[in-house]
Nanobody, 121 residues
Framework: QVQVAESGGGLVQPGGSLRLSCTASGTIFHIYAMGWFRQAPGKQRELVTSITNDGTTNYLDSVKGRFTISRDNAKNTVILQMNSLKPEDTAIYYC???????????????WGQGTQVTVSS
């Protein structure tokens, strides 16, 4: 019924850029927020950035000034523009949708399958 799909990962050199895209599709009653998490090998999953339905954004401190999240509400899409990439940014990046379905009383989280970002020389 609800699908979350992200794309745009790849291999880049330090200092390079990548643009990740995430689209939510299906019957969604209300979207509260969309965002990006990442998980590096041996590390716990962490929130990188998110944007709420009123446009409020937040960023992991280590990516401030380098990453930018934006939205296209009409398309239920969020973009993560990543610049000045560092090796420590290497991780699987997961798109997250927090949404309310009409038949469910609370909001749930929905996840994409992940896209690999590798920053290496």
């Amino acid at each position: 019924q609800v699908q979350v799909a992200e794309s745009g990962g790849g291999l880049v050199q330090p200092g390079g850029s990548l643009r990740l895209s995430c689209t939510a599709s299906g019957t969604i009653f209300h979207i509260y927020a969309m965002g990006w998490f990442r998980q590096a090998p041996g590390k716990q999953r962490e929130l990188v950035t998110s944007i709420t339905n009123d446009g409020t954004t937040n960023y992991l401190d280590s990516v401030k000034g380098r990453f930018t999240i934006s939205r296209d509400n009409a398309k239920n899409t969020v973009i993560l523009q990543m610049n000045s990439l560092k090796p420590e940014d290497t991780a699987i990046y997961y798109c997250n949708l927090r949404a309310k379905m009409r038949s469910i009383s609370v909001a749930n989280d929905y996840w994409g399958q992940g896209t690999q970002v590798t920053v290496s020389s």
